[in-house]
């Protein structure tokens, strides 16, 4: 499995905004093909996909919540994903987890489903966020 290691969580006030980073291991192979996904999950919640980005052809899909505040993108040169997150609201705080798996990300079940955490098959350790 690979690697993945998240980082830029904290502690901001409402409209506050923070960027998230996730970093995979060398084992995800420089050049392979692989879909990105964002989650999140508060207390006492299930865990929800925020945005998910295929680093094929870098196109991205957000939920509801997400759009027009998030934005996913990716070095893939350094293997690295950013979810850039605006105008956070309380509602906002959670755990935030990246995710991969090989392979193109499946749009159309997401845009149909949601971005489903069944898809994905690596998984970091999370990093808190804290609107306030």
């Known amino acids: 499995h690979v690697q993945l290691v998240e980082s830029g969580g904290g502690s901001v006030q409402t409209g506050g905004s923070l960027r998230l980073s996730c970093v995979a291991s060398e084992y995800i192979g420089i050049g392979s093909r692989y879909c990105i996904g964002w989650f999140r999950q508060a207390p006492g919640q299930e865990r929800e996909g925020v945005a998910a980005?295929?680093?094929?052809?870098?196109?991205?899909i957000y939920t509801d919540s997400a759009k027009g505040r998030f934005a996913i993108s990716q070095d893939n040169a350094r293997l690295m994903w950013y979810l850039q997150m605006n105008d956070l609201k309380p509602e906002d705080s959670a755990m935030y987890y990246c995710?991969?798996?090989?392979?193109?990300?499946?749009?159309?079940?997401?845009?149909?489903?949601?971005?489903?955490?069944?898809?994905?098959?690596?998984w970091g350790q999370g990093t808190q966020v804290t609107v306030s």
């Open positions: 995710a991969s798996v090989l392979g193109a990300c499946p749009m159309t079940v997401f845009q149909a489903l949601g971005i489903k955490q069944g898809v994905f098959g690596s």
């Open positions: 980005i295929y680093n094929g052809d870098g196109s991205a």
